[in-house]
C-alpha cells in the first residue's frame, strides 16, 4: 500500500501543486490520478519514487517512509513508465529491459532471459529483441517500457500517461493488455492520465484532483460515475455518464433473448427469402456465430444463388451474457434490423434482445445507472 | 625603430597615427576578403542545398565532399590555388576561391538541412492551398528556413576574419600583415602595438560583421520576435 | 601539381640530411604538436563540457569558449610569440613550442567543449527521467545514458578540434616551429613552387586521414541504435511521436567545425 500523508509541495514562487494530499493507493490494486492539467498528478505521481521530494509530508510504502531510504535504491524497487517511453535508444529491447536487473547486480545471462519472457509478455516477437528503439513503433516502443518496468518484479509500478501518446486504437490494444497483465500479476500501480474514459476502464480507484492539487473525490469508477460529489467532478466526468456507468453493470446469464431465425454461410438465397423476418435475416457461419445481418433488399438483388459475406450489412455490434450491460444496449441500438444480437461467451448465438428490452433489463439490474441517470447534469 | 618606440598602449597610439593610411587600407581589404566569398559561397549553395534537400541522392555525396574540402588547411588550399588557377601567388582571388570553398562545404550542407527541418504539416498545408513547388520555396520554406542559414552565416563569417589573416603570412596585403610586421620588428626585442591593434581589429571586424548578420536574420525573421505585429 | 608529385617522390625529400629533417621527420613533429595540443584541450573540456552538459549550468562557459573563434588564431600566436619567447631560455623548440601549444590549446578547446555539453544537454528529457525513474543515480545517467548517446556530438568535437590544430600548426612554422609548415614557408621563401605545393598536399592529406581514423572510431563506438545504422534486413521504418529524428539529424544540429 502507497500512503500520503498530508504531502504538499510548493515551488520557489509560490505555486502549490499538491496541497496537503491524504491518499491511500491500496495494494494489488490499480488507483487511477486523474484530473485537468495543473492538478498535481504528474507530481503527485513523482513524489512516490522521490524524482520530486515533497515540500512537506510523508509518502509511505508498505509503512516505510520513502525519504529513510537513497532515491536510486528506491527506484531500483518500484516500476516506472513515461508517455514516451524514455527507452535508452543507444540499447537494443533486450538490454533496455534488463536494465534495472543489472543495475541490481543480476547477471546478465539470466537478466537477458528474463527479458525475452517479458518481452513475450507484453506481446511482442522474440526477433524485435535485437532491435533498437528507433526501428520501433510508438505502440511497441511502450510495450517495451512496460516490460522494463516489469522487469525487476517490483511489487510497485508508477505509470505516467502511459498511452497517452500512441493513436487510439492502439491505445485500446495497450489498455486491454495492461488489464490481462495486471490480473495476473496483481501489482500495487498508480496511474496518471488526463483522459476520464481510461480511468474508468482501468482503474479500481480513481481520485480526481483540482487545479491546486487538491483531491476533489476518491471512488471506484462506477461510484464515482454514479456519484460525482460536486459540479466539479460531474463536468470533469462528462456526458453520457449514466451510458458509460451500464459499462459496469454485467449482463445476467438469463438475459431474455428471443429465438432468432438464422440462415448459414453457402445456403441459397431462397432459404435466407424464407427466414426474413421484418425485411431481415441474420447470417450465421458454421459453427452458429453471427456474421452479419442480410436486408430483403439484398436477397432480392443478389446476382448469386448463395449466401455470400459481401452481402451482408456489418453495422450491428455483437453483446455477450459475459460482458456489460452497456454492450448489449449498444447491441440493441446498432442492429440495422433493430435486433440486438447477443452470443456466449464463446461466440455462438444465443438470441437477439429488443432495445425496449435491453432497457426493461437495464431497469431491473442497472440501478447504479439509474441512479445516475436520474442525477441529471449538474455541471 | 624598436625599443625607442616602446611598447604599451602609447607606442598603439603613435604606431596608428603613424601609419593609419596603411591600417585602413589593409582593413578594408581584409573586409572585402573576408565578405565576398561568404556571398559567392551562399550565392552556390541555395541552389546545392535545395537540390540536396529535394532529391535524397544527392545529399550523401555533398556532405562527403563537403567534408572532405573541410579537412583541407586553409594556407595549403592557399598555395595551392596559384596552380589550379594559373593565378600569382599574391593574387587576392587565391583567398577569395579558397574561402568561397570552404564557404560552400559548411553552407551546403546547412542550406540542405534547414530546407529538409521545414516541418511536414506546414510544407503539406502550403501545397493544399495551391502553392506551386517554386512558390513554395520562395514563400514558404526559404523563409522558415532562414534563421538556421544565417546561423551557418555566422559561423562562416566569422572564420573567414581569422583565416584570411593567415594569408598575410604568404604576403597577401590586409590585416595579417600587421602581425608578420609585429613579427619581423621583434626580432631584437618585444614590439607589440602592429600585433595588438591587428588582434583588436580582427575581433572587431569578427563582431561587427557578425551583428550584421544578426541583424539581417531578424529583419527577415519577424515572426521570431516576441511581440511581433502580425 | 606535377611538380608537387616529383618534390614528393623525390628520395632525398625523405631521409634526414645535414640537419634538415626529411618528410617523416617533419610529419611525426607535426603530429606531437598536433595531438599534444588536443589531449591537453580534451582532457580540459570534455570533463568541463561533461558537466555543463549534465547539470545544465554554466553555459556561460560555453558562450565565453565560443568567443575564442573570433581572436584570429595567427595573430594569437605572433603576440604569444612576442611575449613569451623570450622569457624562455635555452636552446631547442621551447620559445616556439610554448606559445604555438598555447593558441593550439585555445583553438581546440570550443569544439570539444561546446560539442560535449550540447550532446550531453540535448539528450531527451524522457530518456534522463526515465533513467533517473528506474533508479540511476546521476554518475550512471551520465557514464551509461548521456555520454553513449552524445557520442557521434563529442567524437565529432574531437575531429573539429583535431582539423583545427592540424591546421593551425602549419601556420605556426612561420615563427620557426619545424612541422610540415615548414615546407610551405621554407619554399614561399626560396620561390620553390613545387615544395610549397609539396607540403600543402602532405598537410592535407595527414588531415584527411586523422579525420578518417577518427570517423571510424566514430562508426565503431556509437551504437547503431543512436547513429541510425542498423543492419541490412533488421531495418524498419521508424515511427511514432518516441521514434528517432532521422539519422545524422543530431549531428548536422550542432555541427561545429570551422576551417582552419
Given at each position: 500500500m502507497i500512503t500520503f500523508e498530508s504531502v504538499t509541495k510548493r515551488y520557489p514562487g509560490g505555486t502549490v501543486a499538491v496541497d496537503q494530499l491524504d491518499l491511500e493507493a491500496p495494494t494489488g490494486k490499480t488507483t487511477v490520478l486523474v484530473g485537468p492539467s495543473g492538478c498535481g498528478k504528474t507530481t503527485s505521481l513523482r513524489m512516490i519514487n522521490r524524482m520530486i521530494e515533497p515540500t512537506s509530508g510523508r509518502v509511505l510504502i508498505d509503512g516505510a517512509d520513502t525519504s529513510a531510504v537513497s532515491p536510486a535504491r528506491l527506484r531500483r524497487g518500484i516500476g516506472y513508465v513515461i508517455q514516451h517511453s524514455g527507452l535508452l535508444p543507444h540499447r537494443t529491447v533486450v538490454d533496455n529491459i534488463a536494465t534495472v536487473p543489472l543495475l541490481l547486480g543480476v547477471d546478465r545471462r539470466t537478466a537477458r532471459a528474463r527479458s525475452l519472457e517479458l518481452l513475450e509478455r507484453v506481446g511482442l516477437p522474440q526477433e524485435m529483441a535485437k532491435r533498437y528503439p528507433a526501428q520501433l513503433s510508438g505502440g511497441q516502443q511502450q510495450r517495451v517500457g512496460v516490460a522494463r518496468a516489469l522487469a525487476a518484479d517490483p511489487p510497485v509500478m508508477l505509470m505516467d500517461e502511459p498511452f497517452s501518446?500512441?493513436?487510439?486504437?492502439?491505445?485500446?490494444?495497450?489498455?486491454?493488455?495492461?488489464?490481462?497483465?495486471?490480473?495476473?500479476?496483481?501489482?500495487?500501480?498508480?496511474?496518471?492520465?488526463?483522459?476520464?474514459?481510461?480511468a474508468v476502464k482501468l482503474g479500481d480507484q480513481i481520485a480526481v484532483m483540482r487545479v491546486g492539487g487538491t483531491l476533489a473525490q476518491v471512488a471506484g469508477p462506477s461510484e464515482l460515475l454514479a456519484r460525482p460529489v460536486d459540479a466539479f467532478v460531474a463536468g470533469f466526468v462528462g456526458r453520457d455518464r449514466g451510458y458509460r456507468a451500464l459499462g459496469f453493470t454485467t449482463v445476467p446469464s438469463s438475459v431474455p433473448v428471443e429465438r432468432e431465425e438464422t440462415v448459414r454461410l453457402g445456403e441459397s438465397l431462397t432459404t435466407a427469402r424464407d427466414r426474413l423476418a421484418h425485411g431481415w435475416v441474420l447470417v450465421v457461419d458454421a459453427e452458429d456465430r453471427p456474421q452479419g445481418w442480410l436486408s430483403e433488399h439484398s436477397v432480392r438483388s443478389a446476382r448469386d444463388d448463395l449466401v455470400t459475406p459481401d452481402a451482408l450489412n456489418l453495422g450491428g455490434t455483437l453483446a455477450t451474457v459475459r460482458g456489460s450491460l452497456r454492450e448489449l444496449l449498444d447491441a440493441a441500438l446498432s442492429s440495422p434490423s433493430g435486433r440486438g444480437v447477443v452470443t456466449d461467451g464463446q461466440g455462438h448465438l444465443l438470441g437477439t434482445i429488443s432495445p425496449a428490452a435491453a432497457v426493461r433489463l437495464i431497469e431491473e439490474h442497472g440501478s447504479t445507472a439509474a441512479d445516475a441517470a436520474g442525477r441529471g447534469e449538474t455541471a | 625603430m624598436n625599443a625607442a618606440a616602446g611598447g604599451g598602449p602609447p607606442g598603439v597610439v603613435e604606431y596608428v597615427t603613424s601609419?593609419?593610411?596603411?591600417?585602413?587600407?589593409?582593413?578594408?581589404?581584409?573586409?572585402?576578403?573576408?565578405?565576398?566569398?561568404?556571398?559567392?559561397?551562399?550565392v552556390v549553395s541555395l541552389p546545392l542545398g535545395y537540390l540536396a534537400a529535394r532529391h535524397r541522392w544527392v545529399y550523401p555525396p555533398l556532405v562527403t565532399v563537403g567534408g572532405l574540402l573541410y579537412t583541407i588547411p586553409s594556407l595549403a588550399l592557399f598555395v595551392v590555388m596559384p596552380s589550379i588557377l594559373g593565378t600569382r601567388i599574391l593574387d587576392p582571388v587565391n583567398v577569395v576561391v579558397a574561402l568561397s570553398v570552404y564557404?560552400?562545404?559548411?553552407?551546403?550542407?546547412?542550406?540542405?538541412?534547414?530546407?529538409?527541418?521545414?516541418?511536414?504539416?506546414?510544407?503539406?498545408?502550403?501545397?493544399?492551398?495551391?502553392?506551386?513547388?517554386?512558390?513554395?520555396?520562395l514563400k514558404v520554406d526559404l523563409p522558415l528556413a532562414v534563421p538556421v542559414i544565417t546561423a551557418g552565416l555566422r559561423v562562416a563569417v566569422v572564420a573567414n576574419v581569422s583565416l584570411v589573416a593567415i594569408a598575410g603570412t604568404i604576403g597577401v596585403p590586409e590585416l595579417g600583415q600587421l602581425f608578420t610586421n609585429g613579427f619581423q620588428l621583434s626580432s631584437d626585442g618585444p614590439y607589440y602595438p602592429p600585433i595588438v591593434v591587428g588582434v583588436v581589429l580582427c575581433v572587431a571586424l569578427a563582431l561587427v560583421l557578425d551583428l550584421v548578420v544578426v541583424v539581417v536574420d531578424r529583419a527577415l525573421t519577424p515572426w521570431l520576435r516576441k511581440g511581433a505585429r502580425t | 601539381m606535377s611538380n608537387a608529385f616529383t618534390w614528393l617522390t623525390d628520395p632525398a625529400n625523405w631521409h634526414d640530411q645535414l640537419g634538415t629533417p626529411g618528410i617523416p621527420a617533419q610529419v611525426v613533429a607535426h603530429l606531437e604538436y598536433s595531438l599534444g595540443a588536443v589531449a591537453i584541450a580534451t582532457a580540459v573540456a570534455l570533463p568541463l563540457g561533461l558537466l555543463i552538459g549534465h547539470t545544465r549550468r554554466g553555459a556561460s562557459i560555453v558562450t565565453v569558449a565560443n568567443g575564442l573563434r573570433a581572436l584570429p588564431t595567427f595573430g594569437l600566436l605572433i603576440l604569444l610569440y612576442v611575449v613569451i619567447s623570450p622569457h624562455i631560455g635555452g636552446r631547442g623548440d621551447g620559445p616556439y613550442l610554448v606559445p604555438t601549444e598555447i593558441v593550439l590549446v585555445l583553438m581546440a578547446i570550443p569544439p570539444v567543449l561546446g560539442n560535449t555539453s550540447a550532446g550531453v544537454g540535448n539528450v531527451s528529457p524522457a530518456v534522463r527521467d526515465a533513467s533517473l525513474g528506474i533508479g540511476m543515480t546521476g554518475r550512471e545517467v551520465l557514464l551509461r545514458v548521456e555520454v553513449p548517446i552524445a557520442l557521434p556530438l563529442i567524437i565529432s568535437g574531437v575531429r573539429s578540434a583535431v582539423l583545427q590544430v592540424v591546421a593551425t600548426a602549419t601556420v605556426a612554422a612561420y615563427v620557426g616551429l619545424g612541422g610540415i609548415g615548414r615546407y610551405l614557408y621554407d619554399g614561399l621563401a626560396a620561390r620553390d613552387f613545387s615544395q610549397m605545393t609539396g607540403g600543402a598536399v602532405l598537410v592535407a592529406v595527414l588531415a584527411l586521414a586523422l579525420d578518417t581514423l577518427l570517423a571510424a572510431v566514430q562508426r565503431w563506438t556509437v551504437s547503431p541504435g543512436v547513429s541510425g545504422r542498423f543492419k541490412a534486413g533488421t531495418a524498419q521504418a521508424a515511427l511514432g511521436p518516441a521514434g528517432a529524428a532521422r539519422p545524422g539529424a543530431p549531428e548536422a544540429a550542432a555541427e561545429e567545425g570551422v576551417p582552419a
Open positions: 501518446a500512441v493513436d487510439p486504437v492502439v491505445r485500446e490494444q495497450l489498455q486491454n493488455e495492461f488489464l490481462r497483465l495486471q490480473s495476473d500479476l496483481g501489482k500495487t500501480i498508480v496511474f496518471v492520465t488526463h483522459d476520464i474514459d481510461e | 601609419h593609419h593610411a596603411e591600417i585602413l587600407s589593409w582593413l578594408w581589404s581584409h573586409t572585402w576578403l573576408s565578405v565576398v566569398p561568404v556571398l559567392i559561397g551562399l564557404t560552400v562545404a559548411l553552407l551546403a550542407r546547412v542550406v540542405a538541412d534547414a530546407l529538409g527541418a521545414v516541418p511536414e504539416d506546414v510544407a503539406q498545408a502550403a501545397t493544399a492551398m495551391g502553392y506551386t513547388s517554386p512558390q513554395r520555396l | -
